[in-house]
Structures are given as structure tokens and as C-alpha cells.
């Protein structure tokens, strides 16, 4: 432990980002580091509790509490508080394999267990382990490290998210020969086309880990769908082993009257177009703007979050949000105690933006979309929209019950669906006939990731469903070991 007293001396501090009306200009990241001095001054705050809840990485009513990935937080803050970066990068590295992007994306279930958190501000774990690795590259310490050795065996990773990657490089690791296939024009899954350049920049930060992996000698294909560009049978002969990381962006619709109406859209196909866009340098076919638009956005969730920041850069007229569930209450509530993930009401990057623009939060809570009217020539013009209370049913369970009186119509010349994803595409699994569970993702047990199909697994969003990036590294971990054990037998 660095300094036994450090939690009680020395007070949280995050870096400020960069201010909500200058950075929607543009399309950079808009959080920044702290100081050196600092940054070690935070790790001192770590108590390196006898139980470390925050590296437990456990579920507790369905979400994470701590590290899904188990870093070994409490040492690397007291290395960081010693200045002894090299040292708390290898510590890092044991655990995670990137890092970079955890330390920009991860909502930190570990500073929701962090124990100085019971009655003061948690450590800033996200931002000392992001500090740890942007140190590293900075200082030239992360360079290519291929195998001494091959095993002789070949895997065939479909799918480059977070999981389909940190597979492919604990197999790469180990020896084996990985190719990893991608239907997308670019490596990353929702790294790259999911989560927008403003909160991890795609090719300083993204691609500059794929390069690494490709001098690591994992080959790396794109625009290659497998089941349509290329038969899962042919890799299946090919590869000793398949791993499945295909994600489940399969979007949940909105089946009100007016759904067919044009300007309506999915949220993925806002976001992914306008990334693509940005990084070919030109507007692609499928782009789809909100400049000079009321824009009317269905979803409070993270996915909606970032389409009100990208609305906001390209200069929409108005961002309304819609969310069904209440407003999350300002602290715990009663029945959400430490170390269970807080669900408290917070203002996000994007509602930050729209609110220095708009002069308010564009969130409504407890509304639900009746309809959409258009003009003469079906262009989306109007959402309807009902307020609803969350009452209990004869069941016990709450449902959302309308409130006769409170119609509104909101102005809309773009709606863009943000609710959620119902699970995997179908074009894979169907193709090498894989089970599904009750929630149709890909069937296959947490730890073994076997799926009923032989030399076959499945990890990330594609078996536990739209989740987290930290647990799709995890699940990528978990499936190369299995796949790892499996090769060595045969
Ligand atoms: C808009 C948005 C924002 C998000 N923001 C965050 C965030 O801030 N923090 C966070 O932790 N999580 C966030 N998430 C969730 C997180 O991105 C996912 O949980 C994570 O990326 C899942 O990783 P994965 O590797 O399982 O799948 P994905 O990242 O979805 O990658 C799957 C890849 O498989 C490819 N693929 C599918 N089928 C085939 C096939 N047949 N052949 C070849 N390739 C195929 C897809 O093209 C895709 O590239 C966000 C999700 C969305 C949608
Ligand atoms: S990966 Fe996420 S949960 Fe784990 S230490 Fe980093 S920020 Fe915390």
C-alpha cells in the first residue's frame, strides 16, 4: 500500500474534458489526462482493502459489480502512486489485453464497488489504468511481441470486436495460428462502427491495435461475411477450431403505426454510416444527417446517448430523447447498495452537449411513442407520445400504464430507434447449426463456450447478448482457453 493515509488527505480528482460547445465542432476524443503528479496523487487514494471488491467482478441482480476482468486494481494503483509505470503496466497487461479501450469505454463497474466509494468519491481506477497504458505507447513500451514458437494449429475468429480480438490474441499468444474474419470493411466490431471517434478515436486508438496484432502475425480479413461470402464449412475444414464473436446488433424495432414512414432509422445505421464517413473522408451512400433536423431520439440508454452527440455535430435543430423507465434517482436508492452497480441518475457526455446547446437535459422520462405522422410525401413529421406511470400488474410486476391527458406531438424530420438489441444475427448461427438459448443468442455454457456444434465456440455479445466491451474481453479470454485446451488434445 502506497501511503496508508492517502484516502483521507487527498480528495477524487478526474481530469476536466474538453468544454460541450467547443468539442462538438469536431470529432475528437473529449476526455484528457491529468498530470503526472497527479495522477499518481489518485492512485494514493486506493486503501488496498484485505477483500478488494473492486477486481471481484461478479453479477449481482444482473449487473457487473467490479472488473469483469479481475485487473488486479489495488496493485497498479500503488505502483502508479510509487511512479512506477512499467511496473503497473505489467501488472495490467495480465489481465487485459487493451486497456486503451476499456480506460475510454468501460462504465467502471469497478468504482461502484470501490470500498473508499461507501462515503466518499471512489478511486479513479478508469482513469489511472487508461493513464497506465496511454503512458505506455507514448513511451514507446508497447511494441510488437510475437510467439517464440507455432503449435501447428490454425483458428478461424469470426467477428473482430472486443471479443473476437482479445481471443485472437490469447490464441496468437499461445501459439496457434488465428485469422480473424470480418464482413466490415474495417477491424474493431462496435470499437470501430458502433461506439462514435469521440469517446475512442478509431485510428489512433483502434487501428493502432489491430496493426500491433497483424505484426503479432494474426492475419486479419475483411468484407468478409461468413455464411455469404465465404462457407462456414470451408473454415470449419480449414481451421482446427471456429471461434464465433459475431455480436448482436440485431436491432428491436418499434412496431407503432407510421414505422414505415422515411427519415425513421436505426440507431446502428445513424452511427456506423456517419463513422465510415468520417473515416473515408467522404459522405457514404447509406449516410444519414441531422443537419438543420428536429430530431427525436427513442432510447435513454448509452446507444442514445451517442446519437444525440452526433446529431449535435452535425448541426441538428432540435434533440429530443424519449426513455419509457423513470428518471434513475439522484443517489442509491435504498434497495441498490454498494458494491451493487449505482443506478443513478447521470448526465452522460451527449446529454452534457445538448444541454450547453439546448439549455437542458433532451431526456423525457416515463413516455412512451404512440405513432408517427408524416407529410404528403411520407416524410416523418410528428412523433406522438403518451406519458406513462410504472404501476404494479396482478403478477407483481411493473408495467408502464398510460396517462390519459398528457398527449403531446413533438416535431420531427428525423426519429432514430435506440432501444435496445433483441441478439445475434441469424446467418451464421444458422449455418453451422447452432443451438440457441431462451434469449436466441448462441448457446454455449460461460467457461467451457462449447457451443452443440463439434470444434466449435462462441463468446462476447454473440452468447450473453449487447453487453459491455469489458465483458466481451473477458468472454474472449474465457473462449480461448477452452479453444486453447480443446487444440492441445487433438
Ligand atoms: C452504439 C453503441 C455504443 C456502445 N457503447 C459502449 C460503451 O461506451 N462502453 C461499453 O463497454 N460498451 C458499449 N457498447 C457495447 C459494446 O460495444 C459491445 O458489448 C461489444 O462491442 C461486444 O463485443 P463483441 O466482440 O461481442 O461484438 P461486436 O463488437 O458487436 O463485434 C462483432 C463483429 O462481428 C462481425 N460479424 C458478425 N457476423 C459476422 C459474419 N457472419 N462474418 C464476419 N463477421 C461477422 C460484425 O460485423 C462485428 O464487427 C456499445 C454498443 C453500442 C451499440
Ligand atoms: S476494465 Fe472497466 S471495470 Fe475493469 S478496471 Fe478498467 S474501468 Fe474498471
Redesign the pocket.
Known amino acids: 500500500m502506497g501511503k496508508a493515509t492517502g484516502f483521507m488527505e487527498y480528495k477524487r480528482e478526474v481530469p476536466a474534458d474538453r468544454l460541450p460547445l467547443e468539442r462538438i465542432n469536431d470529432w475528437k476524443e473529449f476526455h484528457l489526462h491529468l498530470s503526472e503528479d497527479k495522477q499518481m496523487i489518485q492512485g494514493a487514494r486506493c486503501m488496498d482493502c484485505g477483500i478488494p471488491f473492486c477486481h471481484s467482478g461478479i453479477l449481482i441482480n444482473g449487473a457487473a459489480s467490479g472488473c469483469p476482468i479481475n485487473n488486479v486494481i489495488p496493485e497498479w494503483n500503488d505502483l502508479i502512486y510509487k511512479g512506477l509505470w512499467e511496473e503497473a503496466l505489467k501488472r495490467l497487461l495480465k489481465t487485459n489485453n487493451f486497456p486503451e479501450f476499456?480506460g475510454r469505454?468501460?462504465?467502471a463497474p469497478c468504482e461502484g464497488a470501490c470500498t473508499v466509494g461507501i462515503n466518499d468519491p471512489q478511486v479513479t481506477i478508469k482513469n489511472n489504468e487508461c493513464n497506465i497504458i496511454d503512458r505506455a505507447f507514448a513511451n514507446g513500451l508497447i511494441k510488437p511481441a510475437p510467439p517464440t514458437s507455432r503449435t501447428g494449429k490454425t483458428v478461424a475468429v469470426?467477428?473482430?470486436?472486443?471479443?473476437?480480438?482479445a481471443c485472437a490474441d490469447q490464441l496468437n499468444k499461445l501459439g496457434h495460428t488465428v485469422t480473424v474474419?470480418?464482413?466490415?470493411d474495417r477491424i474493431?466490431?462496435?470499437?470501430?462502427?458502433?461506439?462514435?471517434n469521440m469517446?475512442i478515436d478509431k485510428e489512433e486508438v483502434v487501428q493502432r491495435r489491430v496493426n500491433l496484432m497483424a505484426e503479432e502475425g494474426i492475419e486479419f480479413i475483411t468484407s468478409?461475411?461468413?455464411?455469404?461470402d465465404c462457407s462456414s464449412e470451408e473454415l470449419l475444414e480449414k481451421h482446427d477450431a471456429l471461434v464465433l464473436?459475431?455480436?448482436?446488433?440485431k436491432p428491436r424495432d418499434l412496431p407503432v403505426e407510421g414505422r414505415e414512414f422515411s427519415g425513421i432509422h436505426f440507431?446502428?445505421d445513424f452511427?456506423g454510416a456517419n463513422t465510415k464517413s468520417l473515416l473515408d473522408g467522404k459522405e457514404t451512400p447509406d449516410f444519414i444527417s441531422a443537419k438543420n433536423k428536429n430530431v427525436v431520439i427513442i432510447g435513454g440508454g448509452?446507444?442514445g446517448t451517442?446519437c444525440v452527440a452526433t446529431s449535435l455535430r452535425h448541426g441538428a435543430k432540435s434533440i429530443t430523447q424519449l426513455e419509457i423507465m423513470p428518471m434513475a434517482p439522484l443517489e442509491r436508492a435504498s434497495d441498490n447498495p454498494w458494491p451493487q452497480w449505482p443506478k443513478i441518475y447521470k448526465m452522460d457526455y451527449g446529454q452534457e452537449e445538448a444541454a450547453a446547446v439546448f439549455g437542458k437535459d433532451p431526456r423525457s422520462f416515463c413516455i412512451t411513442t404512440k405513432k408517427f405522422a408524416s407529410d404528403t410525401s411520407g416524410q416523418v413529421k410528428e412523433v406522438h407520445t403518451i406519458d406513462v406511470n410504472w404501476e404494479k400488474d396482478a403478477q407483481g410486476r411493473f408495467i408502464p400504464k398510460e396517462i390519459p391527458g398528457t398527449e403531446k406531438v413533438i416535431a420531427a424530420d428525423l426519429v432514430i430507434l435506440?432501444m435496445g438489441?433483441l441478439g445475434?444475427?441469424d446467418?451464421?448461427l444458422n449455418d453451422l447449426g447452432i443451438e440457441r438459448d431462451a434469449r436466441s443468442n448462441a448457446k454455449a455454457d460461460y467457461g467451457s463456450f462449447k457451443t452443440n456444434t463439434p470444434k466449435v465456440f462462441t463468446?462476447?455479445?454473440?452468447r450473453r447478448g449487447?453487453?459491455?466491451?469489458?465483458?466481451?474481453i473477458n468472454?474472449?479470454r474465457g473462449a480461448a482457453a477452452a479453444c486453447d485446451q480443446f487444440l492441445m488434445t487433438i
Open positions: 476499456t469505454v468501460c462504465p469470426v467477428g473482430s470486436g472486443p471479443a473476437g480480438l474474419y470480418e464482413r466490415a474493431g466490431g462496435l470499437l470501430m462502427y458502433g461506439i462514435p469517446k468478409t461475411e461468413v455464411g455469404k464473436c459475431g455480436g448482436a446488433t440507431a446502428m452511427l448509452d446507444t451517442d435506440a438489441f445475434p444475427d446467418l451464421l463468446a462476447g455479445d454473440m449487447q453487453s459491455l466491451v469489458v465483458w466481451a468472454e474472449g
